[in-house]
C-alpha cells in the first residue's frame, strides 16, 4: 500500500498510541506481536468508510421486493407512463456499470434533458420484464413519453443525426 494513500497509522506495543502520517516512518514493518519492543502497525485507508452494525433497521436501505412478473410489468408500465423520459440502465447515471449504458447516459446529458432511470441490476424481475415490456432483448432501453425509442445504437445514432434532440423538444412543447 502507497503510503501517500495513508491517512493514519496506528502502532501498537504495550501501550497503544496515535501516529500521524507525518510521524510514520518511511519503511514500516510488522514483527511478532508477543515482543513488547515491536510494534504492529494498521493502516486506514481515507476512503474507508466505518459503519456501527447496531444500527436500527429503519436506517438500512430499503428496496421494494418484486415477487413475480406481472408485479414487475405493472411497475415498468407505471414508470413509463409517470417519466417523461425514462431511462433502464445498468448501474446509475453518476456510475454506469455498462458501457453502453454510460454511452447512453452521456448523450442524454448533451442533449441536456432531464430523466429517471432504473438500475436493473438491483431488480432482476425488471430487467428481464422490460425487456417482455418492450419486446426488445437489451439493456439500456429508454423511452420518451411512453413509447420505446430504443438502445444504445439507436439512441446513439438520433443524437448524431439530430433526430433525438428534435424528439425531446416535441415531447417537451
Not at 476512503?47 to 418484486?66: E, G, L, M, Q
Not at 418492450?134 to 438502445?151: H, K
Request: hydrophobic fraction near 30%.
Amino acid at each position: 500500500m502507497m503510503l501517500s494513500r495513508l491517512r493514519t497509522v496506528v502502532a501498537r506495543s504495550t501501550a497503544p498510541r496515535s501516529i500521524f502520517l507525518s510521524q510514520a516512518p518511511k519503511t514500516l514493518s510488522c514483527t511478532s506481536a508477543t515482543n513488547p519492543n515491536t510494534y504492529e502497525y494498521k493502516y486506514t485507508n481515507p476512503n474507508t468508510r466505518f459503519f456501527s452494525d447496531d444500527s436500527h433497521n429503519d436506517f438500512a436501505p430499503k428496496r421494494k421486493v418484486i415477487e413475480d412478473d406481472d408485479e414487475a410489468q405493472k411497475i415498468i408500465h407505471d414508470h413509463v407512463q409517470n417519466n417523461r423520459i425514462m431511462l433502464y440502465m445498468k448501474g446509475n447515471p453518476s456510475m454506469p456499470m455498462c458501457g453502453f449504458s454510460a454511452r447512453v447516459v452521456k448523450v442524454l446529458q448533451d442533449e441536456g434533458v432531464d430523466f429517471s432511470s432504473v438500475n436493473v441490476l438491483d431488480y432482476p424481475a425488471v430487467r428481464e420484464g422490460v425487456k417482455k415490456y418492450s419486446e426488445w432483448p437489451t439493456i439500456p432501453q429508454l423511452y420518451v413519453d411512453g413509447e420505446f425509442i430504443g438502445g444504445c445504437d439507436i439512441v446513439t445514432s438520433m443524437h448524431e443525426s439530430g433526430e433525438l434532440k428534435e424528439l425531446v423538444k416535441e415531447k417537451e412543447s
